[in-house]
């Protein structure tokens, strides 16, 4: 690949900084154990709301849920567009990912701790409880 940016040394500058930075923090363990937190609410929102939450996956620090109409399979963006401006309302980010965007993700910064990681899941689970009252 060609590009104007290609080589740029304070790029590669960078990239070695956060490459030390992941190592010598140790920041992929920190993943790990925040990814653990992160699975098990996405999996209790599953549990409690399951005729709107048709799925949820999570690998490390990136997490989702899959957002589909009341007691369907098939995806509502609607509802996971409420959902996501909920969380923004409260200060929470989450990414309407997907192709028809039912899809509400999250990947925190490696850095992460538990205290700000469980106020997130709470913040999205009282999305998820407010935009889908049922």
Do not use: W
């Not at 098990?40 to 939450?53: D, K, M, N, Q, S």
């Not at 990912?97 to 709470?122: H, Q």
Request: charged share 20%; aromatic share 2%; proline share 9%.
């Amino acid at each position: 690949m060609t590009s104007t940016h290609t080589g740029n040394p304070v790029c590669a500058a960078a990239a070695l900084a956060s490459l030390n930075t992941i190592v010598n923090n140790n920041l992929t363990a920190n993943a790990e154990r925040m990814g653990l937190i992160l699975e098990t609410g996405l999996a209790e929102l599953r549990r409690r709301h399951p005729a709107v939450i048709g799925h949820y996956s999570a690998r490390g620090l990136v997490g989702g849920l899959q957002i589909v109409r009341p007691g369907k399979k098939e995806p509502d963006p609607a509802l996971a567009h409420d959902i996501v401006e909920r969380c923004f309302h409260k200060a929470c980010f989450f990414s309407p990912r997907s192709a028809p965007g039912a899809k509400p993700s999250k990947s925190p910064p490696l850095t992460i701790t538990e205290e700000p990681l469980r106020e997130g899941l709470a913040v999205l689970a009282e999305a998820v409880a407010e935009a889908n009252p049922a």
